[in-house]
């Protein structure tokens, strides 16, 4: 089992950057992707950034261009450094990592940072 933990988030005013991270500990040999999801309230769980193993990189069209994602394998810790921030990116936002040990493939979440962006 892969255990995450986020942080980094706040409040932030339009225009303004943060860096989340998530550190990651357990059984971290079997990691492949790992990513960011976001969430706020009512919707339903939306794909920030994915990062492979290899350092591969994909991004939602909304965040393109303002976010990057990166990994840190010798920390055990991902990252997600989000610039030029607006009041849509307003959500928790929840990292991941998908594990495969075949034929059995396991993805395992942290708790959730909340990022609010206003004023």
């Known amino acids: 089992q892969v255990q995450l933990v986020e942080s980094g988030g706040g409040s932030v005013q339009p225009g303004g950057s943060l860096r989340l991270s998530c550190a990651v500990s357990?059984?971290?040999?079997?990691?492949?992707?790992m990513g960011w999801y976001r969430q706020v309230p009512g919707k339903s769980r939306e794909l920030v950034a994915i990062?492979?193993?290899?350092?591969?990189?994909n991004y939602a069209d909304s965040v393109k261009g303002r976010f990057t994602i990166s990994r840190d394998n010798a920390k055990n810790t991902l990252y997600l450094q989000m610039n030029s921030l607006n009041p849509e990116d307003t959500a928790v936002y929840y990292c991941?990592?998908?594990?495969?040990?075949?034929?059995?493939?396991?993805?395992?979440w942290g708790q959730g940072t909340q990022v609010t962006v206003s004023s």
């Open positions: 991941y990592a998908q594990s495969i040990s075949l034929p059995r493939t396991y993805v395992d």
């Open positions: 357990g059984n971290i040999f079997r990691i492949n992707n």
């Open positions: 990062i492979t193993s290899s350092g591969g990189t």
